[in-house]
């Protein structure tokens, strides 16, 4: 028996001086005797997740990277690390440590503290003195409530995540300007960024996410001159005064998503000459200034989506020529200017679902003319029941066009003809008109290739009602009625006298009796609370046709009501535009010197 013990004897003590030998094989576990608790590859120690309440001892002296994590200890023993001169990081994060622990003479040498999701709620300078060579201090999901300042440390990533800061100490953070380089704040109590805050020349990324800051003072940020990235989503800001980013010469990407903001102008971008990532989504935005972007037009990405525009005025884009991407969906937009899009050359991906812009593609000649470079296109939701020849006349380099969700019922011959790099078209719809003008859209998907992206069935004629367009035949699309209006009466173009009346007339027809109603534009926007007079009559003359006509009266005009006007007549089937007719306004005098006759409203 005696033998056997000096064989297992012997055996155990090969076994440890295996663990502690610095030779072992990358990658291969060690046996970690003692302590047995624990495992161990390479130069980690990993004790985490073994319901510790002390630390392992004695702990073998060739470790680098020791794992205490997720464990319920309260305090460190110092004097268990003073033979670990290898050790160079330490994880203690997920305890109950109420205070940075004091690591004895292994202090020095630490790169990698985390600290995280313990119970500390102060951090003293003094406690700090001892890691001369930290470089990533994990302090998250602790107690903090105020920031002292920092003591002269080598620190490049300072993580304080999920606190309960409210308040920094004056310079806070200057003893580490010649080294931080990562500083993420996100989820604290911050309501206000006490100025020059932030001296720290080497910053790259500055993350501020989750707090309650409101508003943001000029000269904020001054300081950061080499801040590559700025994280301000979530906080609520609803104001950011004139030059609140100057000073961050060289940022790229500016994150404001999910906060407050009304106005996007050029006061607040002021300086920002080298962004190339701007994200506005979730805010209030309703106006873009028509000189917003005269400091960024290094812009490639912007993301106004889910906001509160409702017009893209010629001047809304001005200078962003190397914008990629543009989101601007989840709006409320119902106006797009001439030449909104005129001067984005670069543009490559334009999302524009879920607004309101049914009439940019149904009445519109061009309106993505300018977009000789767009690839994507996104109208989900638009509310377009038809689509017409020219409505994306000049993106020939198109290849991704999303129709889905828009109860489509029309679309004329040829409208896709000349985009010849399209690869997929999403159509989704149940409500098409399927008479001779559609007759050719069957045909034309199967010969692109693009049944597996296109669900659509007829809605009219009834004996066609429900059914799929790869289920029929050419020749069950004929034009037997006409259900959708047609114009058969053009408003006419006027000139009259400042403070006369003027009548604007305009009649369509259609087989349907399928109730119809009736707008005017002027412009391109939707005239309210204007005097309109509507009325129908039935016409039977080689069968009955419903006529429909809508006037339009204009009281008292002035230079105001200089304009194009336009009647739009819409039912179940569809919405037909009339011509523009222009309107110009004269004064007395001027009308004096008109040739005759000119027109008057009576």
Same mark, same amino acid.
């Given at each position: ?14 076994a ?25 590859? %390479? ?58 622990? %004091? ?34 201090? %994990? ?36 003893n580490l ?27 790259q ?57 009304t ?8 300086g ?30 912007? %993301? ?26 989840n ?5 797009i ?105 069957h ?60 009548t604007f ?16 534009k ?57 011509n ?20 008057v409203?009576?």
């Amino acid at each position: 028996m005696s033998g056997f013990r000096q064989l297992l004897s012997a055996a155990f003590l090969l076994a440890a001086a295996r663990c502690s030998s610095s030779s072992a094989e990358p990658g291969s576990p060690r046996s970690c005797l003692p302590p047995s608790r624990c495992s161990c590859v %390479d130069e980690l120690l990993n004790c985490s997740r073994r319901k510790l309440s002390r630390v392992p001892d004695p702990l073998p002296g060739w470790i680098v990277q020791l794992d205490l994590s997720h464990n319920r200890l309260t305090s460190i023993n110092s004097s268990l690390f003073n033979h670990l001169h290898s050790l160079q990081e330490i994880k203690i994060s997920h305890n109950q440590l109420t205070a940075i622990p %004091d690591f004895g003479a292994v202090a020095p040498n630490l790169t990698l503290l985390s600290l995280s999701n313990n119970k500390i709620n102060e951090v003293h300078p003094d406690q700090l003195k001892q890691f001369q060579s930290l470089e990533t201090l %994990d302090l998250s999901n602790n107690h903090i409530l105020e920031l002292k300042a920092f003591p002269h440390l080598q620190l490049r990533n300072l993580y304080i995540n999920s606190n309960k800061i409210t308040s920094f100490e004056p310079g806070a953070f200057d003893n580490l300007s010649n080294t931080l380089q990562v500083l993420k704040l996100n989820r604290n109590k911050i309501s206000a960024i006490p100025p020059k805050m932030f001296k720290l020349s080497n910053l790259q990324l500055l993350e501020l996410n989750r707090n309650k800051i409101k508003k943001v003072d000029g000269l904020t940020f001054q300081g950061l001159g080499t801040l590559k990235s700025l994280k301000m989503q979530r906080n609520g800001i609803n104001k950011l005064m004139d030059g609140a980013f100057w000073g961050l010469s060289n940022i790229e990407i500016l994150q404001l998503d999910f906060n407050n903001l009304t106005e996007v102008t050029k006061g607040w971008l002021y300086g920002l000459l080298m962004l190339q990532q701007l994200n506005l989504s979730q805010n209030a935005i309703n106006k873009i200034s028509p000189d917003a972007w005269e400091f960024c037009q290094k812009l490639s990405e912007l %993301d106004l989506s889910f906001n509160e525009l409702s017009r893209l005025e010629e001047s809304s884009f001005v200078g962003l020529s190397l914008l990629g991407q543009l989101y601007i969906g989840n709006n409320q937009v119902n106006y797009i200017a001439d030449g909104a899009f005129g001067g984005l050359s670069s543009l490559y991906s334009l999302d524009l679902k879920n607004n309101e812009i049914s009439w940019t593609i149904e009445d519109m000649n061009g309106a993505f003319s300018a977009l000789s470079n767009l690839r994507k296109l996104g109208l989900q939701g638009n509310r377009i029941r038809s689509i017409t020849r020219k409505a994306f006349s000049g993106l020939d380099a198109l290849e991704h066009l999303d129709l889905n969700n828009n109860a489509i019922m029309s679309v004329q011959s040829n409208t896709f003809s000349q985009m010849k790099k399209l690869r997929e078209l999403h159509l989704n719809t149940s409500s098409l008109l399927c008479d001779c003008q559609l007759k050719w859209l069957h045909e034309w998907v199967a010969d692109n290739r693009f049944q597996p992206f296109i669900n659509a069935s007829c809605a009219h004629p009834p004996w066609l009602k429900g059914k799929s367009i790869f289920a029929t035949k050419p020749e069950d699309f004929v034009c037997d009625d006409f259900p959708k209006p047609e114009i058969i009466e053009q408003p006419e173009t006027q000139a009259a006298v400042k403070e006369s009346n003027v009548t604007f007339i305009c009649s369509a027809a259609s087989s349907s009796d399928s109730p119809m109603t009736f707008a005017w534009k002027k412009d391109n926007e939707l005239l309210h609370d204007s005097e309109i007079e509507n009325y129908a009559h039935l016409r039977s003359q080689g069968g009955e046709v419903m006529e429909y006509t809508t006037i339009l009266r204009l009281r008292h005009v002035n230079f105001s009501s200089e304009g194009k006007y336009q009647c739009v007549i819409s039912n179940h089937f569809g919405s037909s535009y009339s011509n523009k007719a222009k309107l110009t306004v004269n004064s007395m005098y001027h009308a004096a010197f008109l040739p005759f006759p000119f027109a008057v409203g009576c």
